[in-house]
């Protein structure tokens, strides 16, 4: 069965820093392309950022020089690093997995449960 599960969220002020992490489990995922999702209250879910299962990212033009995908295959993880972030970076953060797919349209086969990320102003 598989399960992804996120990591990370918190609390953090504007300016601040967080990483978060998606763990896989039930697949090796060396083989998937890994994404991240957000959404806001009373919007819909977006693309952050994905990497490919060779390594390439894709980023939303918001968070571009200030956010970074990377995966560690040996652990099944995926990770956003998130910096400078701003009040309009809150939402719920969601990563995701697909063997085929690379999520700009929200098309990814494996979801998380979502980890809640509250920048403050």
């Known amino acids: 069965q598989v399960q992804l599960v996120e990591s990370g969220g918190g609390l953090v002020q504007a300016g601040g820093s967080l990483r978060l992490s998606c763990a896989a489990s039930?697949?090796?995922?060396?083989?998937?392309?890994r994404g991240w999702f957000r959404q806001a209250p009373g919007k819909e879910r977006e693309f952050v950022a994905v990497i490919s299962r060779s390594g390439f990212t894709w980023y939303t033009d918001s968070v571009k020089g200030r956010f970074t995908i990377s995966r560690d295959n040996a652990k099944n993880t995926v990770y956003l690093q998130m910096n400078s972030l701003k009040a309009e970076d809150t939402a719920v953060y969601y990563c995701?997995?697909?063997?085929?797919?690379?999520?700009?349209?929200?098309?990814?086969?494996?979801w998380g449960k979502g980890t809640l990320v509250t920048v403050s102003s």
């Open positions: 995701a997995a697909d063997l085929n797919n690379l999520g700009f349209k929200g098309d990814m086969v494996y």
């Open positions: 039930g697949d090796t995922f060396s083989g998937y392309n």
